[in-house]
């Protein structure tokens, strides 16, 4: 079964960092890129990252760059997504998503998601 | 970065009826719109690809249609299955952007 599943989501006081990962299975995760896209408790989906392939093609949303950093190991099926100087507004549930290559580019594998928040 | 408008924002309807939910692109973003439903507390779950392509699985009873910046996605016929909240979002470019979704409610 194709299949993501996330983790490392949880509370953490402004200011702190998480590493959220995203375990890939049922596929050649080395052949897709894939984003995190999240969405804050009510409100709509808000892309936040990408990351190719490979690994070397890397994107941010404005709202997380220089905070946030994405990362994949294609041998260990993972990615990573690490949260630095969280703020209360990165309150969200995360989701991985599954790329499709060229010419379409939509996303058709989606993670159940983990839930972070930013409290003291 | 390319803004994407959905309307309307909620939408009251009933089992049978036909509803059609539209989205524009602030730039022409060729057929690169996709479409998701999303039920509280899953994930989206892709509906509609390229526009109007149906991803595989999903009933006949959804179409969408458009191109440039134009789009709609349409529900033949209502099932309660489909109270849920729409989205769509442009592949057009690497930076994907979202609708602000439509909530369809039981009337």
């Known amino acids: 079964e194709v299949q993501l599943v996330e983790s490392g989501g949880g509370l953490v006081q402004p200011g702190g960092s998480l590493r959220l990962s995203c375990a890939a299975s049922g596929f050649t995760f080395s052949s897709y890129s894939i984003n995190w896209v999240r969405q804050a408790p009510g409100k709509g989906l808000e892309w936040v990252s990408y990351i190719g392939s490979s690994g070397s093609s890397i994107y941010y949303a404005d709202s997380v760059k220089g905070r946030f950093t994405i990362s994949r190991d294609n041998a260990k099926n993972s990615l990573y997504l690490q949260m630095n100087s969280l703020r209360a507004e990165d309150t969200a549930v995360y989701y991985c998503?599954?790329?499709?290559?060229?010419?379409?580019?939509?996303?058709?594998?989606w993670g159940k998601g983990t839930t972070v928040t930013v409290s003291s | 970065d390319i803004q994407m408008t959905q309307s309307p924002s909620s939408l009251s309807a009933s089992v049978g009826d036909r509803v059609t939910i539209t989205c524009r692109a602030s730039q022409s973003i060729s057929s690169y719109l996709n479409w998701y439903q999303q039920k509280p507390g899953k994930a989206p779950k892709l509906l509609i690809y390229a526009a109007s392509r149906l991803q595989s699985g999903v009933p006949s009873r959804f179409s969408g249609s458009g191109s440039g910046t134009d789009f709609t996605l349409t529900i033949s016929s209502l099932q309660p299955e489909d109270f849920a909240t729409y989205y769509c979002q442009q592949s057009y470019s690497t930076l994907i952007t979202f609708g602000q979704g439509t909530r369809l409610e039981i009337k």
């Open positions: 998503a599954r790329r499709i290559p060229s010419p379409d580019y939509y996303m058709d594998v």
